[in-house]
């Protein structure tokens, strides 16, 4: 089983429309968990990080649940710029463990 | 925060051949990491490059095929060596805490091999 499990889209989404993401984690000792963005040709980049009460910036919302061992993302109002791809990344130890990623299009 | 530039963005390159890909960093780092990242896949850790000691590999991942460079604590080579198509990819050098904090990645340099 893979440490971290995504659902690799792509999602078609209208703007203005709320999506949202799922990403599964293995290991239970995992102790940090994060959203990446990454655009097309490009590096990833932070998103937002997970913590265990729920965290929200603007239209992003996360979601950590440790008894089940997932998080989620939220994106509200969907803009075109939020196409990308979203890398669901859960830290073991030293080691970042990415997600192969969930596309997103925004269509108008 | 940190700033990466990573070289080359991009190359092709014959079968057989080797490329060393540079990372710097704009402050000093103690953890410098590599990844692959082939098409459709998610990042895969191929090391953390060290400062003053040998890079430590993952599984699968061998010194023979990628040697590792760290002279000091902003800058890292990568070398993939004996190249066949199987490389082509994208490499990425990264920094950052990473069990809390914030990774920053360069921008990658993407690799064809011919």
């Known amino acids: 089983r893979k440490e971290v499990e995504q659902d690799p889209g792509p999602f078609n989404v209208p703007e203005g429309a709320t999506v949202a993401f799922n990403c599964t984690y293995s290991?239970?000792?995992?102790?940090?968990f994060f959203w990446y963005r990454q655009d097309c040709r490009k590096e990833p980049k932070l998103l937002m990080s997970v913590y265990s009460s729920g965290n929200e910036d603007g239209r992003f919302t996360a979601q950590l649940n440790r008894a089940s061992q997932y998080i989620s993302l939220l994106i509200r109002d969907s803009k075109l710029s939020d196409s990308a791809t979203y890398l669901c990344?859960?830290?073991?130890?030293?080691?970042?463990?990415f997600g192969k990623g969930t596309s997103l299009l925004v269509t108008p | 925060s940190a700033v990466i530039s990573q070289k080359p963005s991009r190359d092709i390159c014959q079968r057989g051949t080797s490329l060393t890909i540079q990372c710097q960093v704009d402050?000093?780092?103690?953890?410098m990491f590599w990844y692959r990242q082939q098409p459709g896949q998610s990042l895969t850790l191929i090391a953390t490059?060290?400062?003053?000691?040998?890079?430590?590999?993952e599984s699968g991942f061998v010194i023979d095929k990628f040697p590792i460079s760290r002279p000091n604590l902003t800058f890292s080579t990568l070398t993939v060596s004996n190249m066949s198509p199987e490389d082509s990819s994208i490499y990425l050098c990264?920094?950052?805490?990473?069990?809390?904090?914030?990774?920053?990645f360069g921008q990658g340099t993407r690799l064809t091999v011919v």
């Open positions: 290991n239970s000792a995992s102790q940090s």
């Open positions: 402050s000093q780092v103690t953890m």
């Open positions: 990264s920094v950052g805490d990473s069990w809390r904090a914030e990774a920053f």
């Open positions: 490059a060290n400062q003053g000691s040998e890079a430590t590999y």
């Open positions: 990344v859960v830290v073991s130890g030293y080691a970042l463990n």
